[in-house]
């Protein structure tokens, strides 16, 4: 032990420091053993004191106590303590261990070793599954260990005991340690493509497209007959996707289009040596996907989920999705905002009347947001800067600005006369304070109905309305357009899953939600092997992986939209 005692200017003459010393030693924190009383030395007062030795005897011990029983005062000061105290011992019991203890994502293959205690002469190790009841497999003279192939998304459990039969003990045991396995090894997770041949993604994943000759593939490839588009294209820039990925840098889209014949559309990969699939316990296969969400989709009359994505409504041009009829003349459009995806406390969705579909036009629109509550908002002049009821001098009161969904919101006009109104029950309603504006919009009709934002270029949200109606001089059917910047969007239709094995045994297994392709989140989709090999599927011998996007057994004209794959593995989830 290296002790540094009280030190100051005035230390020899007021003499804080410690001087008798009780030392006690326990081997668990509880049971204390007196190893010796010592003095301990006077520091000197100086700025380059450099402390003292304690011999402890090689004692073996946990915890170390030090009680001090006098000090150095002459003058009967009854304050002290010490400075500094340094341990220095020798490192008997296994240290350091790799994986280290608690890691996570480890590889199947993985050895284990470790820092020897200084002494040891060979090593025990002891591993497991339980904490409690790790088992010696092995006594090894070198400081690393093979526990041989292990199982995916598992929890193993080792130690191990320094032993030197010269020494007492004979066997120092370390502490137990832990490291969980990779849930799942990688089937594809879509790193490897790039935009030139032959590591363009379409050349691996075959799409309904095909591809042409070329060195690389002196046979080209026709497709697969199917919808499917995978990849972009080269020369527009990036092959993968780089924006929308699960994990690492890339995901793969796949565009479907169920239009024609024969209505569904497919990926696939082939293997050219069949792949075992149930190696290292594994008996799940695991894919992430995402698309878009649906547009526009008016489930029954009055009651609309509608999607938009875009900076905002707002500035001197917009950027959302609107769903519209034609108004002539005078008019109103109410619509309850049930739900909006919080995407941005500015995100919109609301009711509007608009002079043109231009993202600079004139409007008007009584809109909800996440965060921020109900507002009238409009443009009065085209390619102009926005103005709102709540913009200085702000007029909206503080009950509309706590509004949140679901909310009633209306939208009248009269000649050039708007005015906008919210509730909270479709009954009573209250007028806003900014109401009336003056917006001339001209003779001719205009556009009335339904606009969503997500205040968000990153991120799509989505809207739920219910009650809608539109009344006055209103015609025609809805339409939808993308003002100011695209508007992606999904036909609700399933995803799929197909396994060939290398004896031609196919098994398909759909994605519960029969509208998968609307789900604009990234989702994990776990299909037990069992699924497969209980058709007869051989996973041992697995040679074709289809991923595809309709009915497939039973094909029916459908829509068109693009999903994202990534991640691609099979396993053992461990939960």
Known sequence: MKVWNSNQTTEPFIGFGAKTVLIECSPDGTTWTPLNTVEFAQADGSSTYAGFTVDMGAVQAKSVRLTIQSNWSPIGVQATGLSEVRFYYVPVKARLPQPASGATGVSVDTLLSWRAGREAASHQVYFGMDPNAVVLVGTVNQNSYDPGPLNLGETYYWKIGEVNEAKTPSVWEGDVWSFSTSEYSVVDDFESYTNESPNRVFQTWIDGWGFSKDEFFPNGNPGNGTGALVGYDPALGTIMETAIVHGGDQSMPVEYNNVNPPYYSEAERTWDQPQDWTGNGADTLVLYFRGNPVGFLETSPGSVTMSGI??????????????????????????????????????????????????????????????????????????????????????????????????????????????????????????????????????????????????????????????????????????????????????????????????????????????????????????????????????????????????????????????????IGIGHPAN
């Open 310 to 567: 875009g900076t905002d409504i707002w500035n001197a041009a917009d950027e959302f999705r609107f769903a519209y009829k034609r108004l002539s003349g005078n008019g109103l459009v109410i619509a309850k905002v049930e739900s909006l995806a919080n995407t941005d406390p500015w995100a919109k969705g609301g009711v509007m009347i608009r002079e043109s579909l231009s993202p600079d036009s004139r409007y008007a629109i009584v809109l909800a947001s996440p965060g921020n509550g109900v507002h009238f908002q409009a443009r009065l002049l085209n390619a102009t800067a926005a103005v709102s009821d709540n913009t200085a001098p702000a007029v909206s009161t503080p009950e509309q600005n706590a509004l949140r969904t679901p909310v009633w919101v209306k939208l009248e006009r009269s000649g050039s006369s708007f005015s906008g109104f919210y509730s909270t029950d479709g009954v009573k309603w209250t007028t806003m304070s900014w109401s009336p504006q003056t917006i001339n919009m001209g003779a001719g009709s205009v556009y009335i109905g339904l606009a969503v934002t997500s205040h968000n270029a990153d991120a799509m949200t989505t809207a739920q309305f219910s009650s809608v109606s539109a009344t006055g001089g209103v015609t025609g059917s809805w339409a939808t357009q993308a003002i100011g910047v695209a508007q992606p969007a999904n036909t609700a239709a399933p995803i799929y899953v197909a396994v060939h094995d290398s004896a031609g045994k196919i098994k398909v297994i759909s994605h519960p939600d029969p509208a998968a392709t609307t789900l604009a989140t990234w989702q994990q989709w776990r299909i037990a092997l069992s699924e497969f090999s209980s058709a007869g599927v051989k996973m041992t011998a697995v040679k074709k992986l289809l991923i595809g996007v309709g009915d497939r057994s039973n094909p029916k004209q459908d829509g068109a939209g693009r999903i994202f794959l990534d991640d």
